[in-house]
């Protein structure tokens, strides 16, 4: 709930006891409301990654061409054990660790023709750059043969079976509790090693070119590397240690580097803020041994230590992003839910990417200081300047929930103007589809707002809300026409706001525009004029919406 909704409440509670006391709410609602809004185009400005408007696995070529979709990526728990050469990937605990074939109509032109071959194809008539993923965990589908990790011929009855494939298990006894352990990795699987991953650059070079002439320009260092002892249970069952990782990075990154230079690479690639503390052993295995045994650094500070290191004795970076995903943690906000709690949870806990002060509203509040405040993104921009400056951040999965209903779209939102604010350099949302759904507008409000392709400006410039969980707001200039872009996010669902915006340092002219999306229309963006008075716009902000101003100079 928030301020203003228990504002309200005990309103309505206290009309019916005490006059005196309403009067004292009245006045509390009306100073409440004067949320106080300044832009100040001269301080605090930085340039915006454009690799901050990304997806995974984005099929709509028609809205990724509409947005300009930058990045898009090839990965998720079945990339990990995808062999590119001959077109199968394993599903991992995602579907019964079974090896299914992609659907390819030419099987006999493979590598060419591949899901990945046209995964790329695609993106480029997107526009969009192609992130790969390259399976570090040494094990890929043998054949283009379906086949199951966990027989139950095999391996014995199990807590569940595939109902159109019943001789897989989910690797779990009938307990449903109980994994199966001592299970052939080679059922399924062959190994492999950095060779696989060099020649399939090599591969996409021969095809697309290298990344400085628009071929793939991002790797990954596989996928969720810590979870890979339950993902990836029937070829991985031991969690990761710290060594493991840092030393199959070197080796599959030197061997992305080698063949081109220009690429990009991203790692570690965990799963989520405590990837950043623990390696996947400690954390799983709940010791602090690994980490005792490496200076005594949290996980992600030993890795870009140790990254820093191997650029020396390389004489090259092998390492350019540090990479972790994200999904809020406040029970059912990564769901559909739209209870009224869970959705102003939602709106609340996009706090975890950057407030130093929020205190996660999940298990993670439980963690104690400092680690129950998430603040993902200063606390890797901390550990990069610290031990490997010059690093960049990707956070290349991200969800907040329900993109299907106006609450999504704020969150979607906010994010998207925090990734910016905040100096993020590659964001992917994780599994958005249908674009015309209200996630898809909050892209369009910074990506497309007056249907014409006009975009939020790429020079991230201060604004400041005094109550930025009820009213945020994110502005930049365009350098393009030189105009200030600024949205503003209601996050209220049943209150109007009105108050202004003041300007500094940028004279406006009276021609500034106002483009709202809200809940009067779900597939709409409206244009008006903006009232401009003393060089402040003067608006009445709808609940629950997002506006974006166009804001020209004199
Ligand atoms: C930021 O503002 C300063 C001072 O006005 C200017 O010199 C600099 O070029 C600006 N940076 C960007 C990225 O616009
Ligand atoms: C699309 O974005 C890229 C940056 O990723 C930029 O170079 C290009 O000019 C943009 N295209 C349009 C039409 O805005
Ligand atoms: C699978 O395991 C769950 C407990 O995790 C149990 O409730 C369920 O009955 C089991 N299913 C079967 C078919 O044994
Ligand atoms: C890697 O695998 C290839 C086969 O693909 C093999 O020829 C080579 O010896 C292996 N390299 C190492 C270091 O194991
Ligand atoms: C971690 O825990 C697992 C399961 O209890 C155990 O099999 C493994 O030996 C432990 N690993 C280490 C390095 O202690
Ligand atoms: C870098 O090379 C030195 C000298 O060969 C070696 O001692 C060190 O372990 C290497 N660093 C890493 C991170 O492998
Ligand atoms: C996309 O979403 C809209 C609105 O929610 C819905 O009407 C439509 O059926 C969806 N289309 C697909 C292909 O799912
Ligand atoms: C919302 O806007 C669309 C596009 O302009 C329009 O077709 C539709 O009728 C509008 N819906 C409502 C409920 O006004």
């Not at 779900?522 to 716009?537: C, D, H, P, Q, R």
Request: aromatic content about 10%; overall charge negative.
């Amino acid at each position: 709930m928030n301020n203003r909704t228990s504002y309200v409440i005990r309103f309505k509670m206290l009309f019916r006891k005490n006059l005196l006391l309403l009067l004292i709410m009245v006045n509390y609602d009306l100073a409440y409301s004067a949320v106080t809004l300044e832009v100040d185009v001269s301080s605090n400005n930085h340039t915006i990654s454009p690799y901050i408007y990304g997806t995974s696995f984005f099929n709509d070529v028609e809205f990724g061409k509409e947005i300009n979709l930058t990045v898009d990526r090839f990965g998720g728990n079945s990339v990990t054990r995808y062999n590119w050469k001959n077109d199968v990937s394993n599903r991992a605990s995602d579907w019964f660790f079974e090896n299914l074939l992609e659907d390819n109509k030419n099987p006999e032109k493979l590598p060419d023709g591949s899901m990945s071959d046209l995964f790329i194809e695609k993106d480029k008539l997107m526009g969009a750059r192609s992130m790969l993923t390259i399976p570090l965990i040494g094990w890929t589908p043998k054949d283009r043969e379906k086949r199951c990790g966990f027989s139950v011929k095999k391996y014995g009855p199990q807590n569940r079976t595939d109902r159109w494939m019943p001789d897989c298990g989910n690797g779990k006894k009938p307990d449903g509790k109980t994994l199966i352990t001592g299970n052939d990795p080679a059922d399924t699987s062959i190994k492999i090693n950095s060779t696989f991953a060099k020649e399939w650059v090599q591969h996409l070079i021969k095809k697309y070119g290298t990344a400085d002439q628009g071929g793939v320009l991002f790797y990954q260092m596989d996928n969720e590397y810590d979870l890979w002892h339950t993902t990836h249970q029937d070829v991985h069952p031991q969690p990761a240690t710290t060594d493991e990782i840092i030393k199959l990075t070197e080796e599959y990154a030197l061997a992305v580097k080698e063949v081109d230079p220009s690429a990009l690479t991203l790692g570690p690639v965990g799963w989520g803020f405590v990837s950043i503390l623990r390696s996947a052993l400690d954390w799983t295995n709940r010791t602090s041994k690994d980490r005792e045994s490496h200076e005594n650094l949290d996980f992600g500070p030993y890795y870009l230590k140790t990254m820093k290191q191997l650029e020396l004795n390389h004489s090259k970076r092998l390492l350019d992003y540090l990479d972790l995903h994200i999904y809020p943690q406040a029970d059912n906000v990564f769901v559909d839910s739209a209870d009224p709690e869970v959705m102003a949870v939602r709106l609340r806990s996009t706090q975890a990417l950057w407030n130093p002060d929020y205190i996660d509203e999940s298990w993670i509040k439980n963690m104690g200081e400092p680690n129950n405040r998430v603040q993902l993104i200063p606390r890797m921009k901390k550990a990069i300047e610290t031990y490997y400056p010059g690093t960049k951040i990707a956070i290349t999965e991200y969800n907040w929930g329900n993109l299907k209903v106006m609450n999504g779209a704020l969150a979607q939102a906010d994010v998207l103007g925090i990734m910016g604010r905040e100096g993020v350099d590659v964001a992917l949302l994780w599994g958005p589809k249908n674009a015309t759904e209200p996630w898809a507008y909050a892209f369009r409000m910074y990506r497309n707002y007056d249907g014409k392709g006009s975009q939020f400006g790429s020079i991230s410039v201060s604004a400041k809300s005094s109550d930025e969980q009820t009213l945020a707001i994110y502005a930049s200039i365009r350098p393009s026409d030189k105009k200030l872009t600024v949205i503003a996010i209601n996050k209220d669902p049943t209150n109007e706001i009105d108050t202004k915006i003041e300007i500094k340092n940028f004279d406006i002219s009276d021609s500034t525009k106002a483009y709202t999306y809200s809940q009067n229309n779900l597939t709409k963006i409206v244009e008006s004029i903006a009232t401009v008075v003393n060089n402040a716009i003067e608006h009445k902000f709808p609940a629950y919406s997002i506006t974006l101003f166009e804001v020209a100079g004199k």
